[in-house]
């Protein structure tokens, strides 16, 4: 099974990560190491798109809420876009949707 | 009633094969409804998950089982582990999520998901481990779908 993980240069200051695939107890480190890259290579604004995403589990909340709070403790933010509601779901269950900005597009992301 | 039993070694990779199967078994033999796959797919997966990471902190490498039990209106799955068990209510709880220090717990999150995406959860804890049974109640027609119900009794008229 593959994680796809796709990097792109959003508009200042913003970097996009873009993930295909299922997220669970076996893909999730590769999504850490990812993030983990980003932060220590500056990108300190970081939207996670999980539009391509088939299956989230709590390994891969846990892993969202580690690159959080790296972020954030290094002033910086990461943001998600998210608009499938069995994703959405998972995030709402948990009560994450009051920790994370959830955006319906990238744009919406970056306009914020 | 037909009842599947499946065996994984205990590794993170084959869990992905477990929502595989349990989540074509269940549409096929249309066990729930359609809307709720997604709902036992996650929750098996946690389980799973769960199983594997006791395997792992006593360095056994006996098989994870996952056996599926469908009954009359409904679909019972029971994953069973060989770890040193655990009690779901003496984890530790963790700091409401609007509160910053959530962000110190990365875990935690799978035994709360499970009990509320399932009608029923038990965790069965012993000596030689711990089962977790989840239990999805109700066929495709759950869910007050009205024009389901009116099918269905078309359907019963024909036969």
């Keep these: ?112 | 009633m037909y009842q599947f039993e499946l065996q994984i070694p205990p590794s993170p990779e084959y869990i992905a094969i477990v929502r595989l199967v349990v989540s074509s078994l269940a549409s096929a033999r249309r066990a729930v409804a359609d809307e709720r796959v997604d709902d036992l797919k996650l929750a098996v997966s946690e389980a799973c998950t769960n199983a594997i990471e006791a395997h792992a902190s006593v360095g056994s490498s006996e098989p994870v089982t996952i056996r599926v039990t469908e009954g009359d209106e409904r679909l019972e799955v029971e994953i069973t582990d060989r770890g040193p068990g655990f009690l779901p209510d003496a984890l530790p709880t963790h700091p409401p999520v609007t509160d910053p220090a959530r962000l110190n717990f990365e875990r935690g999150l799978g035994i709360p998901l499970i009990k509320t995406l399932v009608d029923a959860a038990e965790f069965l804890p012993s000596p030689e481990g711990t089962t977790v049974r989840i239990t999805l109640y109700g066929g495709p027609s759950d869910g007050g779908d009205e024009t389901s119900e009116i099918l269905r009794a078309v359907l019963a008229d024909d036969e």
């Design chain 1, 1 to 112: 099974m593959e994680l796809g993980l796709e990097v792109a240069e959003g508009p200042a200051p913003y970097t996009v990560l873009a993930v295909k695939g299922e997220v669970d107890v076996y893909t999730a480190p590769r999504l850490r190491e990812k993030l983990v890259e980003l932060v220590s290579q500056g990108k300190h604004q970081i939207i996670v798109d999980l539009e391509g995403v088939d299956f989230l589990d709590s390994t891969g909340l846990g892993v969202l809420v580690g690159g959080l709070k790296r972020l954030r403790s290094n002033d910086g933010d990461l943001s998600l876009v998210c608009t499938q509601s069995r994703i959405l779901k998972v995030f709402e269950i948990t009560g994450l949707t009051k920790v994370f900005s959830i955006y319906d597009s990238v744009d919406g992301a970056t306009a914020s």
